[in-house]
């Protein structure tokens, strides 16, 4: 006897937990719907990059010739014109090779002149047989040697010459020097490259971003985009700009983890974006944080995306809610009561958060985004909570 009854106390323990845990797990939680309004607003996507500011124009001033810099007329930000005199260099030498130049010159040309001479009589007394043919091919020897030297002289001079309007160093641009590279007194030599002296930069107005966009978002990126940039110079400053040219040329760089010994190539390729520059804040080899805007459609009809993957189905629905549903590749929805009603709709564009309604929704429409379960406050539901077998409140 005891032990029915021992039996029976736990079979109605067990069933009264078993109530009470599903009493709890369907009551702590409730279904809520959260309503998004058919609004426009500005849908865009970007990828981001670093690059560097730079000259639209920017051209290397040097010497071709080696030597001594005896003076020099502009310092650093000092604007010039094109074919302004901005520095020279010590001109004794190069004086010297031309004067030694014109010399070797007149003299290779008298020769010259003279062989010239001799061979048109020679010539003349040969076809008259009355010199030999020794003689005459000795005329036309002489003359040829004499033309070749007065033309070697002739390159000479003109070499010496050139090299002495080397030394005065003129602008080739009317634009700013942004850099100098030398000082009066120095001495530079023009080897096998040419030694830089100055870095004259056109107009600073119109100043251009270099970007290394990554491999993996430069399908993306088309010229005429819309870009956005800052540097940390002005980090309360948004700049503007358009993506003017996409360079085909790629370039490697390592980047390696610090918690492990691996690396990886990055492939990067160059961006060049315009930008506006009429205040000068933007001043070369700045570092810009750059946004291009693949993606960049201002004041369109749009809904949140997740309303269009939203379905009212079991458990999302109960018995007394109907659905009027349509066949239609996308489509959202409304609830009035306990009737939910599908809408359909044409899409556009889309940056994963909001998509783009080209037709079936009018602004101000309120639509389902999303229906979840939440739990519900614990002062609601304690006493639904409360274990069968625990005493109430006194």
Request: glycine letters at 6%; hydrophobic letters at 35%; proline letters at 4%.
């Amino acid at each position: 006897m005891k032990k029915k009854i021992i039996i029976s106390v736990i079979s109605i323990a067990v069933i009264g937990c078993v109530v009470w845990l599903l009493t709890r797990s369907k009551t702590s939680e409730q279904l809520s719907y959260e309503t998004s309004t058919v609004a426009k607003r500005d849908i865009s996507n970007s990828v981001t990059a670093t690059g560097t500011i730079e000259p639209v124009t920017e051209v290397e001033v040097g010497t071709q010739v080696s030597g001594i810099i005896d003076k020099i007329y502009v310092d650093y930000n000092s604007v010039v014109k094109k074919g302004q005199l901005i520095a020279e260099m010590d001109k004794v030498t190069l004086e010297s090779e031309l004067a030694s130049a014109k010399a070797t010159y007149e003299g290779c040309k008298a020769e010259y002149e003279y062989q010239q001479k001799n061979y048109v009589r020679s010539k003349s007394l040969h076809e008259k047989e009355l010199i030999s043919d020794t003689d005459y091919e000795l005329a036309v020897y002489n003359y040829e040697m004499a033309k070749s030297s007065y033309h070697n002289s002739e390159a000479t001079l003109a070499k010496a010459e050139r090299n002495l309007s080397y030394a005065t160093i003129t602008s080739p641009i009317d634009g700013v020097v942004i850099d100098r590279a030398v000082e009066a007194g120095q001495t530079v030599a023009a080897g096998f490259e040419t030694p830089t002296l100055f870095y004259i930069a056109a107009d600073l107005s119109q100043m251009q971003v270099v970007a290394d966009v990554d491999e993996a978002d430069i399908g993306g990126v088309e010229e005429g985009q819309r870009c956005t940039f800052t540097v940390d110079a002005y980090p309360n400053d948004v700049f503007e700009g358009r993506v003017t040219q996409i360079r085909l040329g790629s370039s490697n760089s390592t980047s390696s983890s610090s918690s492990t010994t691996s690396s990886e190539s990055v492939v990067t390729y160059e961006v060049v974006i315009s930008a506006q520059n009429p205040d000068l804040k933007l001043k070369p080899r700045l570092t810009a944080n750059i946004f291009i805007y693949t993606i960049d459609r201002p004041n369109v009809l749009s809904v949140p995306a997740k309303a269009l993957r939203f379905t009212p189905e079991i458990p999302l629905i109960s018995p007394e809610d109907t659905v009027k549903d349509i066949d239609s590749e996308h489509k959202v929805w409304t609830k009035a009561g306990h009737v939910f009603t599908a809408h359909p709709v044409e899409i556009g564009i889309s940056n994963g958060t909001y998509t783009e309604i080209t037709s079936g929704l009018e602004e101000g429409m309120e639509i389902i985004s999303e229906a979840s379960f939440s739990a519900m406050p614990d002062k609601l539901s304690s006493d639904k909570e409360r274990s069968p077998f625990m005493p109430g409140p006194h």
